[in-house]
């Protein structure tokens, strides 16, 4: 069974940075493409950002240019760095495997004044 633990959120004013971990165990990590995904209160489940097996990328419109995913396929983690933050950012961030619908403990980011 797939575990995934993601950490690092917390409470940072407009145009701060975030650096957020997951630690990913029970698979063999360097096989899947991952992902990091956000769900507001009242909103759907979205991406944010993707890498594949090789390090290539993929983000929305909305995170380009500010967010950066990265993996370390020894240590089985993913990460997203996360500056400029806006309070549209405000969501709880969880980690997954792209195309599984399984998201672990996710970490809370409030961006907020």
């Known amino acids: 069974q797939v575990q995934l633990v993601a950490s690092g959120g917390g409470l940072v004013q407009p145009g701060g940075s975030l650096s957020l971990s997951c630690a990913v165990s029970g698979t063999i990590f360097s096989n899947y493409a991952m992902g990091w995904y956000r769900q507001a209160p009242g909103k759907q489940r979205e991406s944010v950002a993707s890498i594949s097996r090789g390090g290539s990328t993929l983000y929305p419109d909305s995170v380009k240019g500010r967010f950066t995913i990265s993996r370390d396929n020894v240590k089985e983690m993913v990460y997203l760095q996360m500056n400029s933050l806006k309070p549209e950012d405000t969501a709880v961030y969880y980690c997954?495997?792209?195309?599984?619908?399984?998201w672990g403990q996710g970490t809370q980011v409030t961006v907020s004044s």
């Open positions: 997954g495997r792209v195309g599984y619908s399984e």
